[in-house]
């Protein structure tokens, strides 16, 4: 149980267009998903928190306008990068979270790798 | 805000040995969780094992085990009888207990290499 997907797993666009990434939790309703990005040989870093029915929260300075968040029901969450640039590419990862007490646990998509030519 | 760092960009072991993993964080606050996540090549996130902060028991799974030092805010991984398929990079994360604040925070990452 607790899987989380990714779609796509692989992207590349070119300069100037959108791409969007969907992320679902398959076995499980997440009212809270969490969007990372990591950069080759670095770590995670959180972007964004996005609740089931209300707005992301964005984490400093992660320009929202251009990471637009969607979470429109309790199984699907979707990140779309506007306009990319080449500085876009990198790793895409999100998590969701599963359960209601203190003690939830957070499982991970596989991630999404975006390519800006 | 909350800091989690790990010194060791990288670590190698023996198969069939052990290998401890370090981490350090920095809180104001009293009540958190701390995790080890495993990432291989497939980059597939793995949660690895969990503490409680309230819980002074240390946490144990299998073959891994943490040393849980919250006075010093320490939280170190250990690796026992280490396996090939344990190469990848390893990853300390805090999360608060405050349900409002649940972000989770990762440290640089250890990338562990295991020699046959």
């Known amino acids: 149980g607790a899987v989380v997907s990714q779609h796509p797993s692989w992207v590349i666009c070119k300069s100037g267009t959108s791409v969007k990434i969907e992320c679902r939790s398959l076995?499980?309703?997440?009212?809270?998903m969490f969007w990372y990005r990591q950069f080759p040989k670095q770590s995670l870093m959180l972007m964004a928190t996005?609740?089931?029915?209300?707005?992301?929260?964005?984490e400093q300075g992660v320009e929202k306008d251009k990471f637009l968040i969607n979470h429109a029901s309790l199984t699907l969450s979707t990140l779309t990068v506007t306009s990319a640039h080449p500085e876009d590419s990198s790793f895409y990862i999100c998590?969701?979270?599963?359960?209601?007490?203190?003690?939830?646990?957070?499982?991970f998509g596989p991630g999404t790798r975006l390519t800006v030519t | 805000a909350q800091t989690v760092t790990q010194s060791q960009p990288e670590m190698s072991v023996q198969e069939a040995e052990t290998v401890t993993l370090s981490c350090t964080y920095d809180t104001s606050e009293s009540d958190y969780y701390l995790f080890w996540y495993k990432q291989p090549p497939s980059r597939q996130m793995i949660l690895v094992i969990r503490q409680e902060a309230y819980k002074q028991q240390n946490a144990t799974e299998n073959r891994f085990s943490v040393n849980f030092q919250k006075a010093a805010k320490s939280f170190s991984l250990k690796i026992s009888d280490s396996q090939l398929g344990d190469a990848a990079m390893y990853f300390c994360a805090y999360r608060s207990a405050d349900f409002g604040n649940e972000k989770l925070t990762f440290g640089t990452g250890t990338r562990l290499t295991i020699i046959p």
């Open positions: 998590s969701a979270r599963m359960g209601t007490s203190g003690t939830y646990e957070q499982y």
């Open positions: 076995d499980f309703q997440a009212t809270t």
């Open positions: 996005s609740n089931e029915g209300s707005k992301a929260t964005y």
